[in-house]
Nanobody, 115 residues
Framework: VQLQAFGGGLVQAGGSLRLSCSAS????????MDWYRQAPGKQREFVAS???????LHANSLKGRFTISRDSARDTVYLQMNNLKPEDTAVYYC??????????WGKGTLVTVSS
């Protein structure tokens, strides 16, 4: 299974970005698709997740600004990020989980928010 994330970059505070992450390979039984992030010098933290039936969970601190969605037909998960703040600067990672419990991480995409 390979995960390829796109959409990171440099944006000014208050701006928006949309991340996407597509899974390829043996992806016939993906259950959850998640986003995590890791800021410089900090531990990786949960951002949002979405199940195969579309149920979502967002980190409390990001509710209202970040929205996760999914196109199961394309094995792709998205993260819409609005009103970005400098503290959102991080490497954003996607993760997929299969029904058998196996998980894969993507390589991450860097988001830099300038003040």
């Amino acid at each position: 299974v390979q995960l390829q994330a796109f959409g990171g970059g440099l944006v000014q505070a208050g701006g928006s970005l949309r991340l996407s992450c597509s899974a390829s390979g043996s992806v016939s039984s993906i259950s959850d698709m998640d986003w995590y992030r890791q800021a410089p010098g900090k531990q990786r933290e949960f951002v949002a997740s979405i199940t195969d039936d579309g149920s979502t969970l967002h980190a409390n601190s990001l509710k209202g600004r970040f929205t996760i969605s999914r196109d199961s037909a394309r094995d792709t998960v998205y993260l819409q990020m609005n009103n970005l703040k400098p503290e959102d600067t991080a490497v954003y990672y996607c993760r997929v989980s299969f029904h058998d419990g196996v998980r894969y991480w993507g390589k991450g995409t860097l988001v830099t928010v300038s003040s």
